[in-house]
């Protein structure tokens, strides 16, 4: 950005977002950057434990109760109504919507307002962009006529790869596109350390616990790489989320646990003790995906990624360079890959190595606080 930046003090920016937590542990390099221009800068939530972590920024928090799991189209319209009279009342220049429930009652919401200026971030299509049947195409056709017909002249899309805006019809390297490096990582926070000593080839998956992860199939992956002789662990390292219809049951993942070489661990807080223990970062995603921050942080840290040739996924990693891509669906192709891994110790490392110098250039906070400004700045200009 350049230094004679433009002063916007006194202009307003309203996030809306489902959930405290998810721009708590996702989003505060962009309020921080809205703030470094001077904005004005509220975050719209349902509000958990998160207040304050988000306050720190500078930025303002007004609760909002909406429930990520209902697709009520009343429930939506009346969230939708409060969020109307709360952009009325803070008179919004622009509408920060993230992710896609957000973007619908958001955008909504900003039509019922006045307000023309919306960026639309899209994170990813969730378990609708895992779907590759009949219902998840014709469900993908609708959010692309739904969001296309909350456009405004004034909106513009964010977005964490490439192929999300073609999804809906756009060019991604069209003016209403900008992308960034999904969330961003700061590089002094998570760097690198050395690998822990191999045999056995140490394994990761830090994610929530979903079946669009694919974490079922990471573990029939190690059961088929141990079934074949490769010293292979897993750990899986996250919690069932209540609020997504994709949640594994906590049944399923303490039988997993339980069996040879795979631990569930629930959630951490600490990703950095996670790669300081592992040497190799694991997400077979169905798809779905924005940009991981799970495999932002792990290539942040010097791990190798193991994942699925995916959007989002595939953005980050190239196939034999900061990793491996696979097939989705498809755990033998991963019981292949971890076997592989298990017997080159020294591409683990080379690998893990390319995806800390990948992070450096264009997936940091700075680099996404940066984008996000211009983008900002030109919506606001004269």
Same mark, same amino acid.
């Given at each position: 950005?350049?230094?004679?930046?433009?002063?916007? !003090?006194?202009?307003?920016?309203?996030?809306?977002?489902?959930?405290?937590?998810?721009?708590?542990? &996702?989003?505060?390099?962009?309020?921080?950057?809205? +703030?470094?221009?001077? $904005?004005?800068?509220?975050?719209?939530?349902?509000? +958990?434990? &998160?207040?304050?972590?988000?306050?720190?920024?500078?930025?303002?928090?007004? %609760?909002?109760?909406?429930?990520?799991?209902?697709?009520?189209?009343?429930?939506?319209?009346? =969230?939708?109504?409060?969020?109307?009279?709360?952009?009325?009342?803070?008179?919004?220049?622009?509408?920060?919507?993230? =992710?896609?429930?957000?973007?619908?009652?958001?955008?909504?919401?900003?039509?019922? =307002?006045?307000?023309?200026?919306?960026?639309? /971030?899209?994170?990813?299509?969730?378990?609708?962009?895992?779907?590759?049947?009949?219902?998840?195409?014709?469900?993908?056709?609708? @959010?692309?006529?739904?969001?296309?017909?909350?456009?405004? %002249?004034?909106?513009?899309?964010?977005?964490?790869?490439?192929?999300?805006?073609?999804?809906?019809?756009?060019?991604? #390297?069209?003016?209403?596109?900008?992308?960034?490096?999904?969330?961003?990582?700061?590089?002094?926070?998570?760097?690198?350390?050395?690998?822990?000593?191999?045999?056995?080839l140490k394994v990761a998956l830090v994610a929530r616990m979903l079946w669009s992860k694919g974490v079922d199939l990471a573990v029939e992956a190690v059961r088929?790489?141990?079934?074949?002789?490769?010293?292979?662990?897993?750990?899986?390292?996250?919690?069932?989320?209540?609020?997504?219809?994709?949640?594994? %049951?906590?049944?399923?993942?303490? /039988?997993?646990?339980?069996? %040879?070489?795979?631990?569930? &661990?629930?959630?951490?807080?600490?990703?950095?003790? @996670?790669?300081?223990?592992?040497?190799?970062?694991?997400?077979?995603?169905? *798809?779905?995906?924005?940009?991981?921050?799970?495999?932002?942080?792990?290539?942040?840290? *010097?791990?190798?990624?193991?994942?699925?040739?995916?959007?989002?996924?595939?953005?980050?990693?190239?196939?034999?360079?900061?990793?491996?891509? @696979?097939?989705?669906?498809?755990?033998?192709? $991963? /019981?292949?890959?971890?076997? !592989?891994?298990? +017997?080159?110790?020294?591409?683990? =490392?080379?690998?893990?190595? /390319?995806? +800390?110098?990948?992070?450096?250039?264009?997936?940091?906070?700075?680099?996404?606080?940066?984008?996000?400004?211009?983008?900002?700045?030109?919506? #606001?200009?004269?």
């Amino acid at each position: 950005m350049s230094s004679a930046r433009p002063d916007l !003090s006194g202009r307003k920016l309203v996030f809306v977002i489902t959930e405290d937590w998810f721009f708590a542990s &996702h989003f505060l390099p962009m309020a921080r950057a809205a +703030r470094e221009l001077g $904005l004005d800068v509220a975050v719209v939530a349902r509000v +958990r434990d &998160h207040r304050e972590a988000i306050e720190a920024t500078g930025a303002r928090v007004i %609760p909002l109760q909406v429930e990520r799991r209902s697709i009520n189209p009343m429930t939506a319209g009346y =969230a939708a109504g409060q969020l109307a009279a709360i952009l009325k009342a803070e008179k919004a220049d622009i509408v920060h919507c993230i =992710a896609l429930k957000s973007i619908l009652v958001g955008g909504f919401a900003a039509t019922l =307002a006045g307000v023309g200026r919306r960026v639309y /971030a899209l994170t990813g299509l969730g378990f609708l962009g895992a779907r590759t049947d009949r219902i998840g195409r014709l469900s993908q056709r609708a @959010v692309r006529l739904l969001v296309r017909g909350l456009e405004t %002249p004034k909106t513009r899309y964010l977005v964490e790869n490439t192929d999300d805006p073609r999804l809906l019809g756009l060019d991604p #390297l069209g003016p209403k596109v900008t992308v960034v490096g999904g969330a961003g990582i700061d590089p002094e926070v998570l760097g690198p350390s050395p690998l822990p000593a191999e045999p056995p080839l140490k394994v990761a998956l830090v994610a929530r616990m979903l079946w669009s992860k694919g974490v079922d199939l990471a573990v029939e992956a190690v059961r088929k790489a141990r079934g074949q002789g490769a010293e292979v662990e897993l750990s899986l390292y996250g919690a069932p989320d209540p609020s997504n219809p994709k949640a594994i %049951p906590e049944e399923t993942l303490k /039988a997993w646990g339980a069996e %040879p070489g795979i631990v569930w &661990h629930g959630a951490t807080r600490d990703v950095a003790s @996670v790669w300081r223990d592992h040497h190799v970062a694991c997400l077979p995603s169905r *798809g779905g995906e924005g940009l991981p921050r799970t495999l932002l942080e792990a290539a942040a840290c *010097g791990r190798a990624i193991l994942t699925t040739n995916v959007p989002g996924c595939r953005t980050l990693v190239r196939d034999g360079r900061e990793g491996r891509l @696979v097939p989705p669906e498809d755990a033998s192709a $991963l /019981a292949e890959a971890l076997s !592989s891994l298990a +017997r080159d110790p020294e591409r683990v =490392a080379r690998m893990g190595a /390319a995806a +800390r110098a990948r992070v450096l250039d264009g997936y940091t906070e700075r680099d996404v606080m940066d984008e996000v400004k211009r983008l900002y700045a030109s919506m #606001l200009s004269p």
